[in-house]
């Protein structure tokens, strides 16, 4: 199709139907068939509602030796968790959750530590409770309790070292931060 019959089907048909609904509204009118048209809707609210103290979380992963990563390329999985309130299961089944955030350049799945960070060499990864993994600026489902008005979803935050720190054995030690925005949708 060329892009003048491209653009002639995007304006001029939709004018066309317009002008002749209009026509055909006028027609009715002129005839008396007149009718009234009951429209009725509801509004919901939002499934669930997240606990307030929820909406800006701190997960500390305490202390973590180089050695341990060296040995064992990560840390064991810290839990935390979001807590949904007020969840309604005639709205929703399940949810999607996306933690946003800058990635590592070697574990483009994992977030890459905060600009004031100390430590080198080391990444943070996220995790379901049993293990499977959520990579940063991906969506992963969770389903909602049907029975439940209340849920808890549980998550693990894990440090991982990077390969060219394992190879080279350059890991920097030190504090570190990192920063993530996560995001609830609802299905």
Do not use: W
């Amino acid at each position: 199709m060329n892009p003048l019959s491209s653009k002639l089907s995007q304006c001029v048909l939709p004018a066309l139907f317009l002008f002749g609904m209009s026509s055909q509204q006028i027609a009715y009118a002129n005839g008396n068939l007149q009718r009234d048209v009951k429209i009725t809707f509801t509004v919901l609210a939002p499934a669930c509602s997240i606990k307030a103290e929820d909406k800006a979380m701190e997960v500390y992963l305490g202390e973590i030796l180089d050695r341990d990563l060296y040995a064992k390329n990560r840390t064991a999985g810290q839990p935390f968790y979001l807590n949904l309130e007020n969840c309604d299961p005639r709205i929703t089944k399940r949810m999607k959750i996306k933690f946003s955030g800058q990635t590592s350049r070697e574990l483009p799945e994992l977030l890459a530590l905060g600009p004031g960070s100390r430590a080198r060499g080391i990444a943070i990864g996220m995790e379901k409770v049993d293990g499977t993994p959520m990579p940063f600026n991906k969506t992963s489902e969770f389903p909602l309790l049907a029975d439940r008005r209340n849920n808890m979803i549980t998550f693990q935050a894990y440090v991982q070292a990077e390969p060219s720190a394992l190879r080279q054995h350059k890991m920097g030690s030190g504090e570190f931060s990192a920063i993530a925005t996560f995001e609830v949708n609802y299905d």
